[in-house]
């Protein structure tokens, strides 16, 4: 379950740093929500779809680099899934601290279709007054960066 898990949420980033508006969507089930880092809502794939799509057309958007830390089983068939991600700017090679977040994903395994996110959250962890914590998570995310080759 926890691969399967640490999957969708790869899958989830994959889909945001491609500007896969639709398979981004297609990550959540039919009444799927999201709160994005801003604050905006989406709430059911064809919402997700298209809030996604014209930000993808018209604004450059960060890459996520994102680590799962924690998955907890809530039920047969419901998971949450913990993470923390960082955010590169386009054009540009490392994290921009101010950016960091906390997401939270609620996946349920679905009969037909394994599993989908019922609800991500995406939230700025600006850890206020607390600079030694907001470095220590850039660290954190920054050993999850590819070398370069």
Not at 92 to 101: I, Q, T
Not at 125 to 147: F, H, I, N, S, Y
Request: charged share 30%; aromatic share 6%.
């Amino acid at each position: 379950m926890n691969e399967q898990l640490e999957d969708l949420y790869r899958q989830l980033l994959r889909a945001w740093n491609e500007r896969d508006a639709t398979s981004y969507a297609r990550l959540f089930s039919k009444e799927g929500a999201i709160v994005g880092f801003d604050g905006s809502t989406a709430n059911s794939q064809q919402e997700i779809e298209g809030h996604l799509k014209p930000i993808f057309k018209d604004h450059p958007t960060a890459t996520y680099v994102g680590k799962v830390r924690a998955i907890r089983e809530i039920g047969s068939d419901t998971a949450l899934v913990r993470a923390v991600a960082g955010m590169i700017p386009p054009g540009k090679s490392a994290l921009m601290p101010e950016r960091n977040c906390i997401q939270t994903l609620v996946a349920s395994r679905q009969p037909s279709s394994g599993w989908r996110i019922e609800m991500f959250q995406n939230t700025p962890a600006r850890l206020d007054g607390r600079p030694e914590e907001v470095d220590k998570l850039t660290r954190e995310l920054e050993a999850e960066l590819e070398p370069s080759t």
